[in-house]
């Protein structure tokens, strides 16, 4: 069975920082991209990072550009999203994803922006808070 499951969610101060993993099983990260979304109460679903394969292999959207880094483990088969500098705007639940569609990752660093057509797998997320 394929999961992806997310943790390091919590509360956090204004400033501080978090980092977010997401475990993949039954399957391993070659040939997929691995995507971080969020989304916040009544708010719609927002890409954030990608990466593919290496950590030289990435997109990320301009709002997280600077705070946020990806990164992979191959071996862990794990994905991480380092966020620092945390705002209360930040506030949401943080959802992994996967696609495997070839180009995905082409596609989004020629729009500028990340969507979530083409994902195949999600995991259930976790919840981040920023207090101000």
């Known amino acids: 069975e394929v999961q992806l499951v997310e943790s390091g969610g919590g509360l956090v101060q204004t400033g501080g920082s978090l980092r977010l993993s997401c475990a993949a099983s039954?399957?391993?990260?070659?040939?997929?991209?691995i995507a971080w979304f969020r989304q916040a109460p009544g708010k719609e679903r927002e890409g954030l990072s990608c990466?593919?394969?290496?950590?030289?292999?990435?997109f990320s959207v301009d709002s997280v550009k600077g705070r946020f880094t990806i990164s992979i483990d191959n071996n862990k088969n794990t994905v991480y999203l380092q966020m620092n500098n945390l705002k209360p705007e930040d506030t949401a639940v943080y959802y992994c994803?996967?696609?495997?569609?070839?180009?995905?990752?082409?596609?989004?660093?020629?729009?500028?922006?990340?969507?979530?057509?083409?994902?195949?797998?999600w995991g259930k997320g976790t919840l981040v808070t920023v207090s101000s």
């Open positions: 990466i593919s394969d290496n950590d030289d292999n990435t």
């Open positions: 039954g399957f391993t990260f070659g040939g997929y991209t």
């Open positions: 994803a996967a696609s495997g569609q070839p180009a995905y990752l082409t596609l989004v660093r020629g729009m500028g922006v990340m969507t979530d057509y083409g994902m195949d797998h």
